[in-house]
C-alpha cells in the first residue's frame, strides 16, 4: 500500500509540478489541500480543487481557516498596532503559519506519513511550513520539491507536458499573494533597491477621486462596525477594503530582514490594515496610560517580529497576548476617518473611556487638579538630578 | 540701581503684557530676547523688535539659533527616525531646549538677577523653560508672571491699554508655534477629542494637484541634496517644505501624555520632517543590520520622549547621540520620493553600502550563499526550543 | 463637632508628636491606625496601642495586611524575580502602598475629612504615602506636619514633655524599618558613600557556623513547602528568614535614585527575600524559553521600578501581573539550596517540566535533534548577514 | 604540492587525533595554533608545542591573545556589567570569538586553504568557530574531523594508537575551561538539573578561613588598582583571582539557553570577574544617573547575549560598544571589598563624581535643593494620571 502525502496545493506552477512528481516519482498517494486566509473566492476554490484532480491527487480539501486567522493572529496585530518596521502589517508572514497548522490537522486527519509544500530554498515560507510540522509532528516526513529539484520554471512545464499535462503557464508580470490581511506584489522592479512598480502592478486601481469621511466602531480593541453599522470584525475588513481600494489606499514598499538572513524587499496593497491599526491606535491614545502605551509598544513589536519570523508557537506569544488581551478592556469608542486618493487621515474620535477629558482642564488653557505653584515644586523635584549632575561636573 | 531681568519675548499678548508688568511692578530693567529657531522671517524679527522698544524694554537682542538648533537637535531627531507616537516629529517641544539656552546665555553675558518668560500654568513650556535655568543657572530667580497672575486675556490687554499700549490684540482662531522643523496649529477643535479642523486651519493649503517625484540625498544620515543639488542640511528643510507644502502634505494631529500628566492634543503640518524621517529610515532599511534597527529604535524612541519631556541635558543624551552618530557613517545615498495631493510616498532608493545586494541572491527566487540543504539544517536547529517544549508540554 | 483626622501611628517619636499636635493645634479628632506589613510582633502591636491610648487617640486601630501584601506585591516580586539595581529586593518600598491604601480604608470607614502621616520632606514615603491619598481620595486632606514644620528631634520631644508626655527617646543608633520583605538599616554610615556598617549594625548575628542544605519548593511559581513540608507563602518566608538569618545570610547595600530624585543609599537583611528569588529563578530557566526569560526581565525590571517609585496604582501594573501569572503555570518544582555563613548558593533544581531534558540529548555531547551536518547549515544560514556585511564593507 | 590546513591544537585527545587524521585521511599538511587567551602557563604551552611536533604537525604556533582579549572583548564585560542570566560573566563564550580571530590571521598569514577544529557537533563551540571562519574568510574551507565522525572516545584512542602515539589518556572526571575571565567546570553531575558538583570538582580549594578586606580603583571604567597600587587591567584580573581563589570565591552554576536551541548547564568558578563586576556596578550606581543606568543595562544585556551567541562581529557590537565607552568617563574611584570564605562584599566607595553628594541634602534627612512644599506639588502632578484613570474608571 502506498503511503499518503498531503500536499498544500494552490494551483499555481510550483504545485502544480508537486502532484505527478509526488505520485511517479516518489510513488506516494497524493491528497491536496487548500487552505483559504481570505484570498480566494468561491470561485477561484473551485477551480483549484478541479486542477488538483485532472493532476491526479486521489482527494482535494478546501479548508476554511479565514475565522482562525483572524481570531488568533489578525486580532493581536490590530491590539499592538503591528506595522513592521513601522510599516508594513505582515500581509503575507502571519498567514503562513494557519495555513501550515490547516494542513498538518489534515495530515493527522488522514494518518499521511509525510507533508509537501512547494517552497524553494531561497525565502522564509519554507521555514515557516517547515518548523511547524518539525515541531508538532517531528515523526512526519517533510517534501519540498522545488526546494529538492531547484528546477527552472521552463522545467517543471516540461514535466507537467511530459505527464500530459498541457494547462497554459504565461507568467504573471508579478507574483500576487492575496489575504484577509492585505496583498503583497513582487516583480523585476522588486528585486532590486531603486526599483519602483509601476501604478497597474497594484491590484486596486484609483476609482474614485473625492473625499469621504467613515466612522470605525471598536469594541475592546476589535473592529466591530461601520458607520455605525455592526458587523463581525472579518467583515469590516473586507468592506473597509472595499471602500478604501477604490482610492488606491494603502500601498507601500516593505524592506526587512528576511528569517534566512537578507534582506528582501516587497510591495503591498493593505488599505483595510493600515487604516485599521492606525485607527485603533488612535484611539489608544486617548484611553491608555503612557506606561501602558509603552510597554504595549515593545512587546507587540517584539510579537510582530516572532510572527514574522515563524515563531508563533513560541510560548512566550501566548504570555504577550494574554498581555495584550488586558490592555483592551477599555479600548472602545468611535474613530473618524478621512479616505481620498492614494491618502487616509485618521482625524478624532470618541470614546466613554477618554483620559482626555475636560474635566480635568484643558492643556495649556487650564489646569483643575494644580496649581503653578504646585508645577515650580514639581520642577524643582524633577531637575534636581540634573542640578547635581551639572554641579558636580561644572 | 534696578536689577535686570532678561524676558523671552515674542511680541503676542502674553509677553508684551510681561514688559509693563515687570518694570513696573517688579521694579525691573527689561531686557527682552527674541531666539530664531526658524519660524520667524526678517521683517517679523522687525516688528518684534520694535514692540518691545515701544513696551518700554531697556534693550532687544534677536538670536538666531537655527543652526544650533540643527547640529544639537534635529540632526538627531533625523538620525533616530523619531516621530512620537509614532506620528509627531516633536516640532514644537524640540525647540524649546534651543530657545531656553539661548536666553540664558543672554542673561549670563548680561549678568541679569533674573529671567522671565510668558509661559502659562497649564502646558509643558513651563517646565521645559524652567527646568533649563533650574538646572544650569540655580542663582536666576524665574518669573513667570501669567503662570502667577492668572489673568484672563482681556484683563492682560485692560493693563496694557491703562500703561498706554493700545494695540489690536485680536485673538486669532488658531494659535500658531512654527519652526523649522514644523507647524503646530491649535484651536478649539483641538481641545476636545472629537474635534476636526477644518481645511483652513492649516498654515499651507493645496496649489499643486499633480504629481512630482523628487529625489532626497543623504550623507552620513544627514539631507544634502536635493534632485542632486548639494545645499546644507537646513536649506535642504527650508526647501522641502516649500516643495511639499504645496500638496498640503505633513498634516495629521499628535495625542500625547504632557509633562505635567495631562493627555494634550495639537495639530501640525510638518512635511519636511515627515519626509526626511521616512526617506532616511528608508535608506537604514538598507545599510543597517536587523540588530542595528532594533536598537536604534529602542534608543531613538526613549530620545525623543526625554526631548520631548525637557530632558535634553540629561547626561545619557549625549551617550545617545554618540550611538546614533556611531550607527549613521554608511547612510549615504539616494532616496526617491512622490509627492502628491496631502501624499508623499518613499519608492526606492540607491546606496553604495546595500545590504540587499544581488551578488548574495535575490529574495525569494535563488540564494548563493547556502542551499536549500542548509535551510533545512537551519530549520531544524531553530525548531529545537519549540520541538522540546511541545514535547514536554503535550 | 471636630473633624476626623486618621493617623499612621507606629509609636515612634514622629508619630508621637503628631497625636497630641493634631489634637490642640489643629484641633482634630485623631484614630491612630497601624497597619502590620510582617514587622511587628504581637507585644510590639500592644506595646503601640497602650502608647497611641496615652497620647489621647479617641481610637486605634490594629490592621494585619501581612496576606494583603504577599498576594498583591511579594508574590509579583517573586514571579518577577526582582532586584532593583541587582542587589534590593525592595524591602521597604513594596510594603509602603498596602500600609496606605489600609489607612485610607479606615479613613473611608470613619468618614474622616483627614489622613495624617510622619515622614519628613526628605525621602521617598512622603510621595508613596501623598500619592495614594490624591489619586484614590482627592477630596481627604493630606497633613504630614513633620514636613510642614521642620521640627528637629529635640523640639519634638520638647513639645510632647510640655504636653505631659516624658517617654524616653533615646535615639538608636540605627534606624530599622522590619517587615515580611526583609528589614533596612539606616545609620550615619549610610548616609556617605564610603561609610561600612559595623557587623552589629545587622538585626541577625551569625549564630550557626556549619553548613546546611535546604530543599524549596514552587508551585506556579509560588512558594509552598521548605524540606517537603508544605505551608503558606507567608509561612515559607518567615520560617525561611529564621533559617538563614541564623548565618547572618542577606545583607547588602542598595544605593539608588530616589523618586526625589536623590541618590540614597541604604543597608538591608533579606536572606528570605534573596534566597527566593535567586531559588525562584534557577527553576525558570530550566522551565521558561530564551524569548520568556527575556520578557519576564524586562517587564519585571519596570513593575519593580514602578513599585519602587510609588506607582503601584498604574494600570500598566495590572496588565504586567497578567503576564506574569501567565507565565508560572509551569514554574513548579523543588530547589536545592545551601546555607553558610554570610553566604548561600542555589545549587540545583528538579521539576517535571524541565527543558533541559536528556531525551533531547546532553549538552556538548550527544544531540539528538539533529546532526552536524545540520548545525553547518544553521550556522551558514545566521552567518548569512554578517557575510554580507563584511563583504560590502571589505 | 599538499594543501595546508591550520587545526586549533589544545593537545588533548580530539585534537591530538585531528593531526594524525588530517595528515593521512585528509592528505594535509598540517600547522597547529594554540591561541592562549589566559589558560596556560608557559609550561603548559610548551607541552602542547612538543606534543604537536610529535603528532606530526609541519609547524607549532602559540599565539598570546591575552592584552587582545581584554581590549576588545573583557573591557566591554566590565563595562557592562555583563553576568547571563544574572550569574555567568562569560568565562568560556567570551573567549572563543577571540581564539577565532588568532587561527584566521594564522590562515591568512600562512596561505591555508583549510582551518580545523575540535569541536563536537553537540556545542556551542562550533558555531563560534565556524561564524567566524564564514564570515571572514568564505573561501576558506572549515573542517572539524570530530563532529564530522562521530567517533567514540575509545575510536579516537585506538586511532592514535594504531598510528604509533601511545599518550595516556585517562579521561579527568571533570572537563576544565580555564582563561583569564574564569573556569568552567562540566561533569556528569551538570549534565542534569539536579546535580551537585563536590567540593573537590572546583579547581581552588579555600584556604583562607579569615576575612580579608581589599581596595580596587577603577580609572574610566577599567580596573587600574588594587590596595593602591597600580597595575595594567589584566594584572588585577590576575592578582584579584589569586586573592580571592584562596576563598573559595565565585562559584556558581551557569544555565542557559544554548545557541543550538538547548538548555545547557554549566559550573563555573570566576572569582575575579564576579568581584570586578559587582565593583565596578557599585561605582556606576554612585556617578551614571538613572537613565544612564538603566539604558547601559539594556544595551550590556544585549551585547553579553550576544557575545554568547557567537554574533561579535555584528555591527551593532561597536554601535554598543562607542555607548558604553561614552558612559565610562566619570566612572573613576575606588570600591571597598570583603573577602571571606565562599562570599565577597561589595561595601562601599569614593569617587569625585560621587552624585551622592551630602552638599545636595541627605536621604531622608535633610534636602538642600527644594523644600517639602515643592514635593507636595511635586507628588500633585505625577499622581495627575492615575487621579484621572480613576475618576474615569471609578
Same mark, same amino acid.
Not at 190 to 208: F, H, M, N, R, W
Not at 221 to 232: A, D, Q, T, Y
Not at 285 to 303: F, G, M, P
Given at each position: 500500500?502506498?503511503?499518503?502525502?498531503?500536499?498544500?496545493?494552490?494551483?499555481?506552477?510550483?504545485?502544480?509540478?508537486?502532484?505527478?512528481?509526488?505520485?511517479?516519482?516518489?510513488?506516494?498517494? %497524493?491528497?491536496?489541500?487548500?487552505?483559504?486566509?481570505?484570498?480566494?473566492?468561491?470561485?477561484?476554490?473551485?477551480?483549484?480543487?478541479?486542477?488538483?484532480?485532472?493532476?491526479?491527487?486521489?482527494?482535494?480539501?478546501?479548508?476554511?481557516?479565514?475565522?482562525?486567522?483572524?481570531?488568533?493572529?489578525?486580532?493581536?496585530?490590530?491590539?499592538?498596532?503591528?506595522?513592521?518596521?513601522? =510599516?508594513?502589517?505582515?500581509?503575507?508572514?502571519?498567514?503562513?503559519?494557519?495555513?501550515?497548522?490547516?494542513?498538518?490537522?489534515?495530515?493527522?486527519?488522514?494518518?499521511?506519513?509525510?507533508?509537501?509544500?512547494?517552497?524553494?530554498?531561497?525565502?522564509?515560507?519554507?521555514?515557516?511550513?517547515?518548523?511547524?510540522?518539525?515541531?508538532?509532528?517531528?515523526? %512526519?516526513?517533510?517534501?519540498?520539491?522545488?526546494?529538492?529539484?531547484?528546477?527552472?520554471?521552463?522545467?517543471? /512545464?516540461?514535466?507537467?507536458?511530459?505527464?500530459?499535462?498541457?494547462?497554459?503557464?504565461?507568467?504573471?508580470?508579478?507574483?500576487?499573494?492575496? #489575504?484577509?490581511?492585505? =496583498?503583497?506584489?513582487?516583480?523585476?522592479?522588486?528585486?532590486?533597491?531603486?526599483? /519602483?512598480?509601476?501604478?497597474?502592478?497594484?491590484?486596486?486601481?484609483?476609482? *474614485?477621486?473625492? %473625499?469621504?469621511?467613515?466612522? /470605525?466602531?471598536?469594541?475592546?480593541?476589535?473592529?466591530?462596525?461601520?458607520?455605525?453599522?455592526?458587523?463581525?470584525?472579518?467583515?469590516?475588513?473586507?468592506?473597509?477594503?472595499?471602500?478604501?481600494?477604490?482610492?488606491?489606499?494603502?500601498?507601500?514598499?516593505?524592506?526587512? *530582514?528576511?528569517? /534566512? #538572513?537578507?534582506?528582501?524587499?516587497?510591495?503591498?496593497?493593505?488599505?483595510?490594515?493600515?487604516?485599521?491599526?492606525?485607527?485603533?491606535?488612535?484611539?489608544?491614545?486617548?484611553?491608555?496610560?503612557?506606561?501602558?502605551?509603552?510597554?504595549?509598544?515593545?512587546?507587540?513589536?517584539?510579537?510582530?517580529?516572532?510572527?514574522?519570523?515563524?515563531?508563533?508557537?513560541?510560548?512566550?506569544?501566548?504570555?504577550?497576548?494574554?498581555?495584550?488581551?488586558?490592555?483592551?478592556?477599555?479600548? =472602545?469608542?468611535?474613530?473618524?476617518?478621512?479616505?481620498?486618493?492614494?491618502?487616509?487621515?485618521?482625524?478624532?474620535?470618541?470614546? *466613554?473611556?477618554?483620559?482626555?477629558?475636560?474635566?480635568?482642564?484643558?492643556?495649556?488653557?487650564?489646569?483643575?487638579?494644580? =496649581?503653578?505653584?504646585?508645577?515650580?515644586?514639581?520642577?524643582?523635584?524633577?531637575?534636581?538630578?540634573?542640578?547635581?549632575?551639572?554641579?558636580?561636573?561644572?
Amino acid at each position: 500500500m502506498k503511503q499518503k502525502v498531503v500536499l498544500a496545493f494552490s494551483g499555481g506552477l510550483d504545485t502544480s509540478f508537486c502532484v505527478p512528481y509526488l505520485i511517479n516519482k516518489r510513488n506516494l498517494e %497524493v491528497h491536496t489541500v487548500i487552505v483559504n486566509t481570505g484570498g480566494f473566492s468561491d470561485q477561484e476554490l473551485k477551480g483549484i480543487e478541479e486542477r488538483s484532480k485532472i493532476l491526479g491527487a486521489l482527494s482535494h480539501t478546501t479548508i476554511d481557516a479565514v475565522n482562525d486567522y483572524y481570531e488568533k493572529g489578525i486580532r493581536y496585530l490590530i491590539f499592538g498596532n503591528i506595522l513592521k518596521n513601522n =510599516t508594513y502589517p505582515l500581509s503575507v508572514s502571519s498567514e503562513r503559519f494557519f495555513q501550515a497548522l490547516s494542513v498538518l490537522e489534515h495530515v493527522k486527519k488522514i494518518g499521511a506519513e509525510y507533508v509537501a509544500h512547494g517552497s524553494t530554498g531561497a525565502g522564509n515560507d519554507q521555514v515557516r511550513f517547515d518548523l511547524v510540522f518539525e515541531v508538532l509532528a517531528p515523526d %512526519v516526513k517533510i517534501i519540498a520539491p522545488i526546494r529538492e529539484l531547484g528546477l527552472s520554471r521552463q522545467e517543471e /512545464i516540461d514535466y507537467l507536458k511530459s505527464n500530459g499535462f498541457n494547462f497554459s503557464w504565461e507568467k504573471s508580470k508579478y507574483s500576487i499573494n492575496q #489575504g484577509l490581511w492585505g =496583498t503583497s506584489v513582487g516583480g523585476v522592479e522588486t528585486l532590486k533597491s531603486s526599483g /519602483i512598480l509601476p501604478e497597474e502592478a497594484y491590484p486596486s486601481q484609483v476609482s *474614485d477621486h473625492g %473625499v469621504e469621511r467613515i466612522k /470605525i466602531g471598536f469594541e475592546k480593541g476589535e473592529p466591530v462596525s461601520l458607520n455605525g453599522e455592526k458587523m463581525s470584525p472579518v467583515n469590516v475588513i473586507r468592506t473597509l477594503h472595499k471602500w478604501a481600494s477604490r482610492f488606491g489606499i494603502g500601498r507601500d514598499v516593505h524592506v526587512g *530582514d528576511t528569517i /534566512i #538572513g537578507t534582506k528582501g524587499r516587497v510591495a503591498f496593497e493593505a488599505p483595510a490594515p493600515l487604516i485599521l491599526v492606525k485607527a485603533h491606535h488612535l484611539l489608544e491614545k486617548h484611553v491608555l496610560t503612557k506606561q501602558q502605551l509603552y510597554w504595549k509598544d515593545q512587546l507587540s513589536n517584539w510579537y510582530g517580529q516572532l510572527m514574522h519570523e515563524a515563531q508563533y508557537l513560541e510560548p512566550v506569544m501566548r504570555n504577550i497576548e494574554t498581555f495584550l488581551d488586558d490592555t483592551q478592556q477599555f479600548v =472602545t469608542g468611535e474613530v473618524d476617518v478621512e479616505l481620498r486618493p492614494y491618502h487616509f487621515s485618521v482625524l478624532a474620535c470618541s470614546t *466613554d473611556y477618554d483620559l482626555m477629558n475636560p474635566v480635568f482642564g484643558e492643556y495649556g488653557e487650564v489646569n483643575k487638579s494644580f =496649581t503653578g505653584q504646585d508645577v515650580i515644586g514639581f520642577t524643582k523635584v524633577i531637575s534636581n538630578p540634573l542640578k547635581i549632575y551639572y554641579t558636580i561636573h561644572k
